[in-house]
């Protein structure tokens, strides 16, 4: 299993950006700062797609709010699996079921 690093910050990541943009191979810029080529292209298409120079990536807001819609439609799910559970065990405490026509 590889070495896990901290990430590297957005300011490190726009200067490797611009150096593949001023003609420098992403290749050698991984030999020389010690970061993958394939990562150094990840960036660097990322960053292309922030500029809507690229349409078969997200953006990096676009990104970010499918994370957060993921993270919320989890949490819904969870909360209506535990409203689900908490109805099936007030009905049995009652002796009765909801009706199917019901709104609550």
Request: hydrophobic share 30%; with cysteine.
């Amino acid at each position: 299993m590889p070495k896990s690093r901290p990430p590297y910050s957005p300011e490190y990541r726009r200067k490797i950006v611009a150096l593949v943009h001023a003609g420098r191979n992403a290749h050698e810029l991984a030999q020389e700062f010690e970061c993958s080529a394939q990562t150094i292209r990840n960036w660097v298409a990322q960053a292309e797609a922030d500029h809507g120079k690229r349409d078969d990536l997200l953006d990096s807001a676009e990104r970010e709010e499918l994370r957060r819609l993921r993270r919320e439609n989890r949490q819904l799910k969870l909360e209506r699996e535990i409203l689900a559970k908490a109805t099936a065990w007030f009905a049995r405490e009652t002796h009765s079921t909801p009706d199917k026509d019901s709104n609550s």
